[in-house]
């Protein structure tokens, strides 16, 4: 892998709500960063309702602005901004700071040999307390499970993609959670997605993230992209707790009880889970076949 051969332009979009501290920097920063590579850009911010001189900032910084009239969450953002952009890569960057724009130069040399590269952040300040490592460990765990691919990062906010890779691509959040729905729908889809070790800073300002409601958000995006993509994974790791349980109670039997108790919630149990399973492979065996027929149309 190297340097683009034919240098493609890419654009450059940056979500920002309320950012009037970071955005000057992030937008000089990621400017000086693609000028240095000798590629052609464009910088669009995408002002999401803010109430401070995001805006004004961000064209004076030199950027291309486009202003939501109400806040409308990160993906939304995300969204106008990548439907704007002129150039087929995109490449995005949080407003907040967070990410040194340096960074970028890490992913330019995976470009154009994969769909997606992912600045993957690194050590204490990502993984953060014993608590919050408990908890991310568990997001990347059930991310992996998703995409049944190693993922370092599921939710950075510094990536380069293919815009028109992007297009088929389930809008299933508009808030916080926007780029785990693309790692997840970008590998659930067979695309290729290269994880980069970034550096990681301390943001600018004050979080917008309210950790509960983007945690229970995040497991909803999940277990929709599973169905979405692979409805029998899904099935089977539901089936898993009935078939566990019927387990359990065979078990029991082996043991001084109430034996027809054990048998009877065993075979309700068992059979529970064999039906769950058998709708999972009738879901994939239907989504099979839209596939096929999405295909045919295609052609």
Known sequence: MGLFSNKPEITVVIPAYNEEGAITPTIKGAAAALAAAGLKFEIITVDDGSCDGTAAAAEAAGSRVIRHPLNRGYGR????????????????????????????????????????????????????????????????????????????????????????????????????SFTTTMTLSFMSSGLFVKFVPIEF????????????????????????????????????????????????????????????RHLALACILASLAVAVFMAGCVLQSMKTLLDKNACRNDK
């Open 77 to 176: 953002s995300l969204v106008s901004g990548i439907e704007a952009a002129k150039n087929d890569w995109v490449l995005i960057i949080d407003a907040d700071g967070s990410y040194p724009p340096a960074e970028i130069a890490k992913l330019l040399p995976c470009v154009p040999d994969f769909d997606m590269v992912v600045g993957a952040r690194q050590g204490k300040l990502f993984w953060g307390s014993y608590t919050k490592a408990f908890m991310r460990w568990t997001y990347l765990a059930l991310a992996r499970f998703v995409a049944g691919e190693p993922i370092p990062d599921a939710n950075s906010g510094l990536r380069i993609f293919r815009k028109s890779a992007a297009k088929n691509m389930p809008i299933i959040c508009f808030g916080y």
């Open 201 to 260: 800073a301390e943001r600018v300002g004050k979080s917008k993230v309210k950790p509960v409601r983007d945690i229970l958000r995040t497991l909803q995006i999940m277990t929709q992209v599973v169905i979405h993509y692979n409805p029998l994974k899904f099935a089977a790791a539901l089936a898993s707790v009935p078939a566990a349980l019927a387990a359990l109670n065979t078990a029991l039997l082996f043991f001084p009880c109430d034996h027809s």
